[in-house]
């Protein structure tokens, strides 16, 4: 417990936890009341599905470029107008629905810029967790995160569905709205307290894909992404048929809230036991917890009675916890603190971008063989992703995950306007006979430094005289995004770097750098080396040939 609730130590992540839970509970009131003022205006189900789906259909839209803009500006400056974009829709609602002004169309239209609001929001909230609590309460970060989103699960829809029938639609509205001032307030706050870092500054085309050459070229992050996406594939028939699957046992609405009250529970416990449950097992922790899930997910398709589902559904919910958890911490602890924004919206996608794939892939197989059929179908392929499939993807342990780490201050080298491009680098080497295989298995670890820090192509070449005379050439958009991707360099791939020139048996490895000439303007190309040449004396980059 103990280490659980050590980040509510630290006042800033505190300030920020409470609000949240304040701002989650908010939510959960607005999801509630926009679904019943939806059927009330339309009697519609495709209507209220469009509503729900209102706040997660423009993660799929715009969880890229929001994770771009989370590494390109203050993160805690894009929180405070994501939250002010969804407080403005709610407080939309709210007077709209007040004046009797509202309508489908406007109500969704509301619904879907809330959602927009979320889909920024969510990259820059989860890339600055590690700015706020120390490397080592990273996941404890996030279970409490979750812990407080849970807690607004457990209270909000059914607070929500009181003041609907007591006060009214608007009323949940115009406490959303209000709930948002909080975080505003605390994240304006941590804002001027933190001060603001400095951002790479390029364009949102390329930020984009600067992200997605990451995650591609980062097989770690990688295979986190895919064990994100398959568990949500799994297990998202708990949810998406557990209505149906109330029927089945003879329960009504007051069973179904109930169990979805018991999944929260489980998260609640989940949340608070996860430290010592990591610990315990090791690299064997998220296997043994995605098997967890798929056998109480078995579990509840088998069962023959509301009272055994509940207790099915509470360990789900601590399974779950536990998973997303060490997920969600793996990702962030991956990633460099350059890209981590664009990291995590990817993370996102993979995970709620796969969701909605489960919910309607296991509600066709439920309309075929029953929601219990379809609960142990889908939970036994989750048994199989974590006996089977995770362990042979080799994630290492929470506790085990290599962060990026940059012994030296990055420091970014001023020049005088060198915006030439694209920039073609070439590096050579003599190498040894027998010590080729070897050197090639290095250049294999250099193709993804390159790749992944800023170079959209690569290739290593022989010489046609000389078999054992290789030069690496490798390409960047500008002059100005080679230069960063020098200070992207972390320790590791520094070591790589440094490997990689050992081989060299003649007068040492040169490179060149090749600039495409603008024929209609002139750089100071001495300032633009002398920097240049700072870099490569001071990150383990292979000597300039001067």
Not at 394 to 402: E, S, T
Not at 527 to 546: C, K, N, Q, V
Request: no cysteine; proline share 4%; charged share 15%.
């Amino acid at each position: 417990m103990t280490q659980a609730v050590a980040p509510l130590k630290i006042s800033r992540f505190r300030a920020l936890w409470i609000a949240a839970v304040f701002s989650n509970v908010g939510s959960f009131l607005q999801a509630v009341a926009a679904s019943w003022l939806m059927l009330e205006l339309t009697g519609s189900a495709l209507w209220v599905g469009l509503m729900a789906a209102s706040s997660t259909i423009p993660l799929l839209v715009f969880s890229l470029p929001a994770g771009a803009i989370a590494d390109m500006f203050d993160r805690r400056k894009v929180l405070v107008v994501a939250q002010l974009t969804m407080g403005t829709s709610a407080a939309a609602m709210a007077i709209l629905t007040a004046l009797g002004l509202i309508t489908p169309g406007l109500l969704l239209a509301l619904g879907l810029l809330l959602g927009t609001g979320l889909a920024f929001n969510l990259p820059s909230w989860q890339a600055t967790v590690p700015d706020l609590v120390p490397r080592g309460m990273v996941a404890s970060a996030v279970a409490l995160n979750s812990a407080g989103f849970n807690v607004a699960r457990a209270i909000g829809p059914a607070l929500g569905g009181f003041i609907v029938a007591v006060a009214g639609a608007q009323v949940a509205f115009g406490l959303n709205a209000l709930s948002y001032l909080g975080l505003v307030a605390v994240l304006a706050v941590l804002a001027r307290v933190m001060g603001s870092p400095d951002r790479e500054q390029t364009s949102m085309r390329n930020a984009m894909a600067l992200g997605v050459r990451f995650a591609r070229f980062t097989p770690e992050f990688r295979k986190v992404m895919a064990v994100a996406a398959m568990f949500a594939l799994t297990s998202s028939v708990i949810q998406s048929v557990l209505p149906v699957r109330t029927e089945e046992l003879g329960g009504g609405a007051g069973a179904f809230g109930l169990l979805l009250g018991a999944m929260g529970a489980g998260a609640l416990v989940g949340a608070f036991t996860r430290g010592p449950v990591t610990a315990r097992l090791g690299r064997w922790s998220l296997p043994a917890t995605v098997a967890i899930v798929g056998v109480a997910g078995v579990a509840l398709g088998l069962v023959d009675s509301v009272p055994l589902a509940f207790a099915a559904l509470i360990v789900v919910g601590v399974g779950w916890v536990w998973t997303l958890a060490n997920l969600n911490a793996t990702a962030q602890l991956m990633s460099p603190e350059w890209v981590r924004g664009r990291a995590m919206g990817l993370y996102m996608l993979s995970f709620a971008g796969t969701l909605p794939l489960g919910s309607i892939l296991s509600g066709w197989v439920a309309d075929g063989i029953g929601a219990g059929g379809a609960e142990v179908a889908f939970s036994a392929l989750g048994i199989v992703l974590g006996i089977v499939v995770v362990p042979l993807l080799g994630i290492p342990a929470l506790n085990d995950v290599v962060t990026p780490e940059f012994t030296d201050e990055r420091v970014r080298y001023g020049h005088v306007d060198t915006e030439g491009g694209p920039v073609l680098m070439t590096a050579t080497w003599q190498i040894d006979r027998d010590d080729l295989p070897e050197f090639l298995e290095v250049m294999k670890e250099v193709r993804l430094v390159r790749l992944r820090t800023g170079a959209y192509r690569w290739r290593l070449y022989r010489d046609v005289v000389d078999p054992h005379r290789l030069t690496e050439l490798f390409l960047t958009k500008s002059w100005e995004e080679h230069l960063a991707q020098h200070a992207r360099i972390d320790d590791a791939s520094r070591s790589v770097l440094r490997r990689a020139r050992d081989f060299d048996r003649g007068d040492g490895p040169t490179t060149r750098h090749l600039v495409a000439v603008d024929m209609e303007s002139s750089d100071d190309w001495e300032s633009l080396m002398e920097a240049h040449e700072r870099y490569h004396a001071s990150d383990g980059s292979i000597p300039l040939d001067t």
